[in-house]
C-alpha cells in the first residue's frame, strides 16, 4: 500500500509552528528585518562539496536552465549590498545528498547577515538563539587547532601532509579516490573526533584552505585562518557562520578555482554568478554570516533522534 500520512506526528507540526513564531520573535526583539529571496536562479554555489538540483524548461524556441539554491546567500547578499542593513530568511533549501538520520534533500534553513558583528558577536548571538529554544546554559568554544591537539595531539596547521595521511590511514580505512590534505582534515574531524563529542561546542578559525567565502586572518601563532565557525550538538553540524569575504576580486578568484576544480573532476560546471560579483563591486558592508538547520535545531528542541520524525514529508514519501 502506497505510504500517504505524514512522517511528523501531529505534536511535531505544532513544535514547528512554535519554533518559527519563537525564531521570528528572537529576530524581531534585535529589529533585525525578515526578507525573502528566489528559490530558483540562474546559478548556484560552486563550493565543490555540495551538488545542486536542476532544472531545464523549454518556451517554444527558448530553453532555461535554473537552479534550485542551496542556501539563499548570493541573493541576500545582494540585498545586504543594496543598503538593507542586518537581515534573515527561513526558508527551504535543496541539495543532492543521500537520506540520513539528520539529512533530507530539501530542508529548511535559517540565515542571517549582521552589520558590523565580529565572528565573536555572531557566535555569541547563535548562543543566545540556540540556548534560548533548547533551555542550554552555554555553549564552549575551541579553535580548529584545540580541537586537533586534544583528540589527536596534533597541531593541523604545521603537521606534514604526508603525516597527516598517516594518521587519517591508522583510524579510517580509506578506499580509492584521490585524497588531499583538506580531505585527511575532514576525515578525521567528522570521523574520529565528532563521534566522540557530546552536548554542543563551536569550533573556530580553520584552516585557511576550508575558507569558502570567510575571510582569511593570521592567528595568534601566527597560522593564516579562515575566519569561520561551525556549531555543532549532539554529533550534528548545526549551523556555519563566516566572516564575510567583501573583495570582489578574490571572491572571483575562489569561485572560478571551484569551477576548475569540478571541471577537472567531472561535477557540473556551474554558471558564475556575475550578479553577486557587480554586487561586491558596489560594496558589501562589513558583516557577519551564520546558515543554521531548523530541521536539526528541531531536533534538539524535541529530542527526536532522526530528522524523519520532524519533517511532515521526507523526500522519499513527498
Known sequence: MMTWQPSASLKMLKARAQLLASIRLFFAERQVLEVETPLLAHT????????SWRGVNSFGSN????????????????????GSGSIYQICKAFRVEE???????????????RLDFSLADLMQEVTQLVCQMTNQAAIPRYTYREVFQNYLDIDPHTISTDALEQMTRDHI??????????DFLQLLLSEVIEPHTR???????????????????QDDLGASVARR????????????????LADPVEQQRRFELDLAYREKHQLEVYPLDERLLAA????????????????RLLMLVTGATGIDQVLNFTTDIA
Not at 580505512?173 to 583538506?182: I, K, T
Not at 561586491?280 to 530541521?295: E, R, W
Request: charged share 15%; net charge negative.
Open 44 to 51: 548556484t554555489a560552486s563550493d565543490i562539496h555540495i551538488q
Open 63 to 82: 530553453t532555461q536552465t535554473k537552479y534550485l539554491q542551496t542556501s539563499p546567500e548570493f541573493a541576500m547578499k545582494r540585498l545586504l549590498c543594496s
Open 99 to 113: 537520506n540520513s538520520r539528520c539529512h533530507n534533500p530539501e530542508f529548511t534553513m535559517l540565515e542571517w547577515y
Open 173 to 182: 580505512e580509506l578506499v580509492g579516490g584521490e585524497f588531499q590534505r583538506n
Open 199 to 217: 552536548g554542543s561546542w563551536f569550533i573556530y578559525d580553520y584552516p585557511e584552505p576550508q575558507a569558502a567565502l570567510a575571510q582569511i586572518a
Open 229 to 244: 565557525f561551525e556549531l555543532f550538538c549532539n554529533g550534528m553540524e548545526i549551523a556555519n557562520g563566516y566572516q564575510e
Open 280 to 295: 561586491l563591486k558596489t560594496g558589501l558592508p562589513p558583516c557577519a554570516g551564520v546558515a543554521l538547520g531548523v530541521d
